[in-house]
């Protein structure tokens, strides 16, 4: 039986930041008036978009697709690249 090994790189505690972001859904004026409508204020299209696209990502109830990428047939592959 043949021994690997895997690389796996690890951050260092001082890579890792926490950031805070403002809300998507609303804008806060200088006057402290809420703003509902604005440019950077994502539109109900596209955020039903972004709910499809993240619930296409999904692969917990994956089977398989066209090319054999079921879960269980990924780590086949990885360690055939290898």
């Known amino acids: 039986m043949a ?3 895997i690389l796996i790189q690890v951050p260092f505690a ?6 805070t972001f ?3 859904d609303k804008l806060v004026s200088k006057k402290g008036e809420i703003i509902k409508k604005h440019p950077h204020i ?3 299209e596209q955020m039903a978009a ?3 696209f993240v619930d296409a990502m999904d692969l917990m109830d994956a089977d398989k697709d066209e090319e054999g990428y079921a879960p269980p047939n990924l780590i086949a592959k990885i360690e055939h690249l290898t």
Do not use: Y
Not at 14 to 19: A, E, H, S
């Open 3 to 5: 021994s690997e090994a």
């Open 14 to 19: 001082d890579d890792l930041r926490k950031f």
């Open 22 to 24: 403002r809300s998507l």
């Open 42 to 44: 994502p539109t109900e």
């Open 50 to 52: 972004m709910d499809k």
